[in-house]
């Protein structure tokens, strides 16, 4: 029996990356995919196949450009012959502040949370059907409690936890469908102040950044958990729970 093919979106850096290697080191074959970070997914899909012979892949796209994302399905099929399971990660983030949003802006936080990850489950909905696979989307505590700033990507990432709700619903039984909301794992790529930092830390219970392996453990909980669709699972050390915590 062929291993099981993941392909992850975003995968050459950060939390990406660590859900490939988790992915890999558990027995799945990869597909890897990056836009800009072409050296960063070369040298890991390098890794891969030096530990495990011809069991990773890469793929280069633009997500934003809708019409370019059959193609990119084709090229994922055509890697292994299979897909089990869809990581929705790849996402831009950065402020938005009221009286300076542009439409590049919306279609750049759309295009890349809500967009892409529809298209794309459309796309491989057939052959997830196929293999009874699972999609996990990438979405985020600010859904429900939006980030100061940031009104563009929090609303973005709410309307992917609606669209993961709803495909729960549209593609049972045979395709599940979940997110994983990430809390503070790592310092975005935005500079913060100590300030800022020791701010963020201040609201989690857990008193500490989490880790990206943290996510990759719940993304391979759910790519298993054969009796879970629909659901939201929160990494967050506990932060959203803390009914006070302002951000």
Known sequence: MSAKVAFITGSAKRIGAATASHLHNAGFNIVLHCHHSVEDAEALLATFNRKRENSARLVIANLCATETLGQLAEQ????????????????????????GITLDNWQDLFGSNVQAPLFLAQHFAPALSTSRGVIINMVDIHADRPLKHHTVYSMAKAALVTMTKSLAIELAPNVR?????????????????????????????????????????????????????????TVDGGRSVVSSHKV
């Open 177 to 233: 469908v979940n997110g994983v909301a990430p809390g503070a794992i790592l310092w975005p790529e935005q500079v913060l102040s100590e300030q800022d930092k020791h701010q963020v830390l201040s609201q989690i219970p857990a008193k500490s950044l989490g880790q990206p392996d943290d996510i990759a453990q719940a993304i391979h909980y759910l790519c298993e958990a054969r009796y879970v669709t629909g659901q939201i699972i």
């Open 76 to 99: 994922v099929m055509n890697a292994f012959g299979r897909i089990d399971v869809l990581v929705n990660n790849a996402s831009s983030f950065y402020p938005t502040p009221i009286g």
